[in-house]
């Protein structure tokens, strides 16, 4: 049973433009964990988000905590072709919980 | 500092045979999750370990599953008369004790197809 909704599930879009994903919950959160996966690889860690409200940036994407810490969300600006891959969150109960992914295509 | 590294990478198996695969841990990590994986999909945790004890399993893992970290460092997952539902990525992570800051490092996986 997944315990985080994200949306979009899929999204193709062109370089250069921005796009948003989301990940909700009905529960709140202590901390939430974004990870990137590329084809063949496992997944690797983006940022923690730990405060309700926090905002943390690397590079070109922005990471939201909800201030209820129930959601949270990953900007990308001016994607890049690089950018493409599934897009994950995660939430901490003893082992990772993570939500079904968005999976991002970037043409170039 | 090597990484977490999954045997095989690719695993082909005929429906009914039993398969085993292997994770190796960041050495100094105590504990070690197996998740599995669907194309697409995020990953659906299975088990983990903290050292040797394995502290949790999912209600996903039926009895055909099993894994073991005998010496709390490498650790083994087997499925027992593999079926074609069985197909999938098997991942294997490692993290310090306390994963709420600590991030899961994961190994490239094993794929397994069943025929």
């Known amino acids: 049973t997944q315990l985080l909704e994200q949306s979009p599930q899929f999204l193709s879009i062109q370089e250069g433009e921005n796009l948003t994903v989301y990940c909700n919950s009905s529960s709140v959160f202590s901390s939430l964990q974004w990870y990137r996966q590329e084809p063949g690889e496992g997944p690797v860690l983006l940022v923690t988000v730990v405060t309700g409200g926090e905002v943390k940036k690397l590079k070109r994407l922005t990471f939201q905590f909800g201030d209820a810490r129930k959601d949270s969300s990953l900007h990308i600006t001016a994607a890049q072709p690089g950018d493409t891959g599934l897009y994950l969150c995660a939430r901490s109960t003893g082992k990772l919980i993570f939500g079904q992914g968005t999976t991002l295509q970037v043409k170039p | 500092d090597t990484g977490v590294s999954q045997n095989p990478r690719h695993k082909i198996t005929k429906r009914g045979q039993n398969v085993t695969f292997r994770c190796d841990p960041i050495s100094e990590h105590n504990r070690l999750y197996w998740y599995r994986q669907t194309l697409g999909q995020g990953p659906e945790f299975l088990t983990y370990f903290q050292n040797e004890a394995q502290l949790e399993k999912s209600r996903l893992l039926s009895d055909r599953f099993s894994a073991e970290r005998p010496k709390g460092s490498f650790s083994t997952l087997e499925i027992q008369r593999t079926e074609q539902g069985d197909s999938a990525m098997y991942l294997c992570?490692?993290?310090?004790?306390?994963?709420?800051?600590?991030?899961?490092?994961f190994g490239n996986g094993t794929r397994l197809t069943v025929t």
């Open positions: 992570a490692s993290s310090l004790v306390g994963v709420e800051l600590s991030p899961l490092h």
